[in-house]
T-cell receptor, first 113, second 112 residues
């Protein structure tokens, strides 16, 4: 257990569905991250939030919509996804000091039909 | 683009030391090197990090060359449970915080 939880762990959705991924960290960190990991590809950083403010959007399509209501919670709202969006979605958090590390959640395995 | 390059795969005999190399020739003076591992599509697990001095913890040792252009992660006595993908990452600063840029990692297989 890293102190970062993600729900659901598995999700199957159709291309017309709307769903949300949830991430919660119990570590008192101020920065949170969404990553996407497709099969046989490196982890891709999607979004960065620092003190609830989005500081980075790594050219992510608008069908992915993040929300950070407070420093402990991060959501990824999904709508009209494509089959190629099927991947493992990982959340991480960190306390942004000079030499801190990121703590990763277990991920949500998303399948888009 | 990733700032690190690693061999795609390595094998290691159980009980022996596993030495995983990483090149980061474009690293800047204040950028840290981090190592994570990922076991079978779980979330990446932090191992160790360093700036310029060698580091050791209960999991591993990190050797960084004097010019900081490469490093080696050492698992002193590899076990079957160390089979995983190992990522060497340079952490870069961005907009008041930091981010990781992952490469493809090294798939380490520990053999019985």
């Amino acid at each position: 257990e890293t102190g970062v939880t993600q729900t659901p762990r598995h999700l199957v959705m159709g291309m017309t569905n709307k769903k949300s991924l949830k991430c919660e960290q119990h570590l008192g960190h101020n920065a949170m991250y969404w990553y996407k990991q497709s099969a046989k590809k490196p982890l891709e950083l999607m979004f960065v939030y620092n003190f609830k403010e989005q500081t980075e959007n790594n050219s992510v399509p608008s069908r992915f919509s993040p929300e950070c209501p407070n420093s402990s919670h991060l959501f990824l709202h999904l709508h009209t996804l494509q089959p190629e969006d099927s991947a493992l979605y990982l959340c991480a958090s960190s306390q942004e000091t000079l030499s801190s590390e990121q703590f990763f959640g277990p991920g949500t395995r998303l399948t888009v039909l | 683009d990733a700032k690190t390059t690693q061999p795609p795969s390595m094998d290691c005999a159980e009980g022996r030391a596993a030495n995983l190399p990483c090149n980061h020739s474009t690293i800047s003076g204040n950028e840290y090197v981090y190592w994570y591992r990922q076991i079978h599509s779980q979330g990446p697990q932090y191992i160790i990090h360093g700036l310029k001095n060698n580091e050791t913890n209960e999991m591993a040792s990190l050797i960084i060359t004097e010019d900081r252009k490469s490093s080696t992660l050492i698992l002193p006595h590899a076990t079957l449970r160390d089979t995983a993908v190992y990522y060497c990452i340079v952490r870069v600063a961005t907009a008041g915080t930091y981010k990781y840029i992952f490469g493809t990692g090294t798939r380490l297989k520990v053999l019985a």
